[in-house]
């Protein structure tokens, strides 16, 4: 005798929402406890950033309009440039006529996979009306040494 199961497509997407907020409450209520670093899936907002190459350097920019020079955390871990700090939400009054707010308050976080040549030692930042400038100086290139062969007398 066959058995009859009712199929339900929903069935499996419901189950996969239910354990995906888990592990997002989960994450959130290690960040509130102060336990580990925000990754990058917990950052509020990503700014947009341009990286480009030129011939004894990288240049990265970032938009960051708004972020105070002390609100960014520049670093530099095995090979890879991590971006992060934390825009202020600015206080409104009801009475201002605000209808729709779109700018994004709160953490920010990016990461980038540097080459190996980078000159780690030199790379320097600056920030300037809302854009944070990194140079990341290439290392010289090592030329290989041409050894001249002498023939025997």
Known sequence: MALVTRYE??????QL?????????SLRSDLVRGEGEAPAAAAEWAPAVDIKEEDNQYVVQADLPGVKPEDIE??????????????ETEAKEEKEGYKRVERIYGTFFRRFSLPET???????AK?????????????????????SVQASS
């Open 118 to 124: 980078v000159d780690e030692e030199n790379i320097a």
């Open 17 to 25: 929402q239910r354990e995906l907020e888990r592990s997002f409450e």
């Open 127 to 147: 920030y300037e009306n809302g854009v944070l400038t990194i140079t990341i100086p290439k290392k010289p290139q090592v030329m290989p040494k041409k050894i």
């Open 74 to 87: 520049v670093t530099l871990e095995g090979g890879v440039l991590t971006i992060k700090g934390h825009r």
């Open 9 to 14: 497509p929903w069935s499996v997407l419901n």
